[in-house]
T-cell receptor, first 111, second 109 residues
Framework: KAGVTQTPRYLIKTRGQQVTLSCSPI?????VSWYQQTPGQGLQFLFE???????NKGNFPGRFSGRQFSNSRSEMNVSTLELGDSALYLC??????????FGPGTRLTVT | KNEVEQSPQNLTAQEGEFITINCSYS?????LHWLQQHPGGGIVSLFM???GKKKHGRLIATINIQEKHSSLHITASHPRDSAVYIC???????????FGTGTRLQVFP
């Protein structure tokens, strides 16, 4: 079974731009969660989607949004990028509330 | 004070040593996850447990619900065990994963 894939793996953007990251879950997994990891704050929960519905949301500003498609693939979008958004963005898929399988992450650098 | 705390922050060991990493939490949780992150960022889920003990190869995870404490043990440590180990609790109230700050383990030959 193929693992969780994330694209792109690396991204450099300028302040004020927007970015869209993509996550393809393991086949059969309908739950996708997104996380942000920074050296200062560690891992933080962004959102969780299940069957195209946002099931839970972390404490991030409205510039961070996401969605899930009918094939369970998910995207997250960050608008009006700030320097502090530079981070590793990880997605994980699972059967609902079970063990999470993480993707390799997208490393975003905002300059 | 973080809702999920780990100790120690850094740990060095000689190959073959028995290693223990601790995780304490102050919120009600429905499950406790142990994750392993190697340099480069990839995260692997090691265990998810809500009671008792689980074992996988040289790794053992335990949880004490009353004391709100979990431990990850590595027996016969090996340099390839060098990684950051992160515990995370799924909050009863919010259903969100709350992460500890991680324990950086280095095992030397």
């Amino acid at each position: 079974k193929a693992g969780v894939t994330q694209t792109p793996r690396y991204l450099i953007k300028t302040r004020g731009q927007q970015v869209t990251l993509s996550c393809s879950p393991i086949s059969g997994h309908r739950s996708v969660s997104w996380y942000q990891q920074t050296p200062g704050q560690g891992l933080q929960f962004l959102f969780e989607y299940f069957s195209e519905t946002q099931r839970n949301k972390g404490n991030f500003p409205g510039r961070f949004s996401g969605r899930q498609f009918s094939n369970s693939r998910s995207e997250m979008n960050v608008s009006t990028l700030e320097l502090g958004d530079s981070a590793l963005y990880l997605c994980a898929s699972s059967l609902l509330e079970n063990e999470q399988y993480f993707g390799p992450g997208t490393r975003l650098t905002v300059t | 004070k973080n809702e999920v705390e780990q100790s120690p922050q850094n740990l060095t060991a000689q190959e073959g040593e028995f290693i223990t990493i601790n995780c304490s939490y102050s919120v009600g949780i429905s499950a406790l996850h142990w994750l392993q992150q190697h340099p480069g960022g990839g995260i692997v889920s090691l265990f998810m447990l809500s009671s008792g003990k689980k074992k996988h190869g040289r790794l053992i995870a335990t949880i004490n619900i009353q004391e709100k404490h979990s431990s990850l043990h590595i027996t016969a440590s090996h340099p390839r065990d060098s990684a950051v180990y992160i515990c995370a609790g799924r909050s009863y109230n919010t259903d969100k994963l709350i992460f500890g700050t991680g324990t950086r383990l280095q095992v030397f030959p």
